[in-house]
C-alpha cells in the first residue's frame, strides 16, 4: 500500500491493481481475467449492481477497471472526503463478488457485444493479431477479450477459482493519491481487508517467447491496415530506455521520421505511428500504419525502410526532441492524482518498489545517441512479426 499527497487539490483517486492478467489464463479459459473484471460490477454480498453505480454517484465520483495482458485495475476518482466511499467500495467487489449464475450469462453477451466492435474496428483489432503473430500459443498472444467458444466454456467455479488463486492479499496492491492522509488511507485499508495475508503460490503465465509469423486478414476495407513488431526490452533490461527513445524518435509524434516521410513526404498514409510494449520478461517494439490498399506494399516497405535508417543514423536534435516527449509525458501525468496513482500502481507492480520519478527522469537522460542507436538495431536485426488487415487492390 502507498500514498502520495498532492498540494492544493481537493479530490483523491484510488487505485487497486492485481498482478494478474489475460497472460495467466489457459487457452481454454481465454478472457477469464475480463469477465472477472466485468462481474465484480454486477453485485456483491453487500450491494445491487445498481447500488455500486448509485453509491459513486451520488457523490460525483467515478469508478471503472481495465485488465491487460499482465495487469487488472480497479479504480475510482472522487472528492478528498468521500475516500472511505471509494476504498470499500472497491475492496466489496474484488472480495465480496457473488458471480450470480443469470449474471454471468448476460455478462457474456455484453463481453461479446465488444468482441464484435473489436472485430469491426479494424484499426483496433490488428494488434491483437500482432500480439498473435509475435506470440503465437502463448497466454502473451491470446485476446484479452476470447472468444466465442472460451467465453461459454468459463463457469461460476473458474471464476471463483481466479478469485481464489489471482486476488489473494498479497497479489493486490492499493494506492491513493491527491488530498489524503496516509495513516487514515491505512485504517480504511485494514478495515476493508481484514485478515492476514494468506500464503499461496503465485499463479505464472507462459514465458515470452518472441516467435514471429504473419497474420494477413483479407478482408475488404478502404484503408489497409499495416503492423510489424520486433522483439524488445523488458522492464528490466537496461536498454529499455534507450528502445523507447528510439521508438518515439522514429515514430512518437508529428516531428517522428515515419510520420514525416510516410505521411508528409510521400502521403502513403494518414495514421503512421511506432511504439514500444514492454513486459516484465520481454517486449515489443510495434509499428503500425492505414494506408490505402493499393499503397500497401510501398507503404510496408517504406517504414520499415525509415526504421532501419533511424537506427543507423540518428541525430542528437532528434533524441532531444524524443527526450523531451518522454519527461512531459511522464511529470505531466504525476500532476493530477489519477496519474499519480496509475504511476504508483504500475511502479509497485513491476519493481516492487516506488520508483521515484528523479530516477526516471536521470535515466532517460543520461541516454546517448549512440545507446539509442544501439536498441534500435538489435531491435531491428531479426525478423519482424506481421499482421495486417485488408485485400490489397491493384494500383
Known amino acids: 500500500m502507498a500514498s502520495w499527497a498532492l498540494p492544493g487539490v481537493e479530490t483523491a483517486a484510488v487505485a487497486l491493481s492485481a498482478d494478474t492478467g489475460s497472460r495467466f489464463e489457459s487457452a481454454r479459459l481465454n478472457g477469464l481475467a475480463h469477465l472477472f473484471e466485468h462481474m465484480v460490477f454486477k453485485?456483491?454480498?453487500?450491494?445491487?449492481?445498481?447500488?455500486?453505480?448509485?453509491?459513486?454517484?451520488?457523490?460525483?465520483?467515478?469508478?471503472?477497471?481495465?485488465?491487460?495482458?499482465?495487469?487488472?485495475?480497479?479504480?475510482?476518482?472522487?472528492?478528498?472526503?468521500?475516500?472511505?466511499?471509494?476504498?470499500?467500495?472497491?475492496?466489496?467487489?474484488?472480495?465480496?463478488?457473488?458471480?450470480?449464475?443469470?449474471?454471468?450469462?448476460?455478462?457474456?453477451?455484453?463481453?461479446?457485444?465488444?468482441?464484435?466492435?473489436?472485430?469491426?474496428?479494424?484499426?483496433?483489432?490488428?494488434?491483437?493479431?500482432?500480439?498473435?503473430?509475435?506470440?503465437?500459443?502463448?497466454?502473451?498472444?491470446?485476446?484479452?477479450?476470447?472468444?466465442?467458444?472460451?467465453?461459454?466454456?468459463?463457469?461460476?467455479?473458474?471464476?471463483?477459482?481466479?478469485?481464489?488463486?489471482?486476488y489473494a492479499p498479497q497479489r493486490l496492491t492499493l494506492v491513493a493519491a491527491g488530498k489524503l492522509d496516509h495513516d487514515t488511507l491505512c485504517r480504511l485499508a485494514e478495515a476493508a481487508f481484514p485478515g492476514p495475508a494468506t500464503a499461496a503460490t503465485a499463479p505464472t503465465g507462459d514465458p515470452a517467447q518472441f516467435a514471429p509469423s504473419n497474420r494477413h486478414d483479407k478482408r475488404r476495407i478502404e484503408q489497409a491496415q499495416l503492423t510489424a513488431a520486433w522483439a524488445a526490452p523488458g522492464h528490466h533490461d537496461p536498454a529499455q530506455d534507450a528502445a523507447l527513445l528510439f521508438a518515439l524518435a522514429a515514430g512518437g509524434g508529428m516531428s517522428s521520421r515515419l510520420f514525416q516521410q510516410v505521411r508528409e513526404e510521400r502521403g502513403l498514409a494518414y495514421t503512421v505511428s511506432a511504439a514500444l510494449q514492454p513486459y516484465a520478461d520481454g517486449g515489443l517494439l510495434s509499428v503500425h500504419a492505414a494506408t490505402d490498399p493499393t499503397q500497401?506494399?510501398?507503404?510496408?516497405?517504406?517504414?520499415e525502410q525509415v526504421l532501419h535508417e533511424t537506427a543507423a543514423g540518428l541525430e542528437q536534435?532528434?533524441?532531444?526532441?524524443?527526450?523531451?516527449?518522454?519527461?512531459?509525458?511522464?511529470?505531466?501525468?504525476?500532476?493530477?492524482?489519477?496519474?499519480?496513482?496509475?504511476?504508483?500502481?504500475?511502479?509497485?507492480?513491476?519493481h516492487r518498489r516506488i520508483v521515484p520519478p528523479a530516477e526516471i527522469v536521470a535515466r532517460i537522460e543520461a541516454v546517448t545517441v549512440d545507446q539509442a542507436r544501439a536498441a534500435g538495431t538489435a531491435m531491428l536485426a531479426h525478423t519482424p512479426a506481421r499482421a495486417e488487415i485488408g485485400r490489397h487492390k491493384a494500383a
Open 43 to 166: 453485485g456483491t454480498q453487500r450491494r445491487t449492481a445498481r447500488a455500486i453505480a448509485e453509491e459513486m454517484e451520488d457523490v460525483g465520483a467515478q469508478l471503472n477497471a481495465w485488465t491487460s495482458r499482465d495487469a487488472t485495475m480497479f479504480h475510482a476518482r472522487l472528492l478528498a472526503r468521500d475516500l472511505p466511499l471509494g476504498v470499500d467500495l472497491i475492496a466489496d467487489l474484488v472480495t465480496g463478488a457473488r458471480f450470480d449464475a443469470e449474471d454471468i450469462v448476460r455478462e457474456k453477451e455484453v463481453v461479446l457485444q465488444e468482441l464484435g466492435e473489436a472485430r469491426d474496428t479494424p484499426d483496433d483489432i490488428v494488434f491483437d493479431q500482432l500480439q498473435e503473430a509475435a506470440y503465437p500459443n502463448q497466454g502473451l498472444g491470446r485476446s484479452v477479450l476470447g472468444d466465442e467458444a472460451s467465453l461459454a466454456a468459463i463457469t461460476r467455479d473458474d471464476l471463483l477459482g481466479w478469485q481464489a488463486d489471482h
Open 296 to 303: 500497401a506494399a510501398a507503404a510496408r516497405a517504406l517504414v
Open 317 to 350: 536534435a532528434e533524441l532531444n526532441r524524443a527526450r523531451a516527449q518522454a519527461l512531459a509525458g511522464l511529470l505531466m501525468a504525476l500532476e493530477a492524482p489519477q496519474g499519480v496513482a496509475d504511476f504508483m500502481a504500475r511502479s509497485l507492480l513491476v
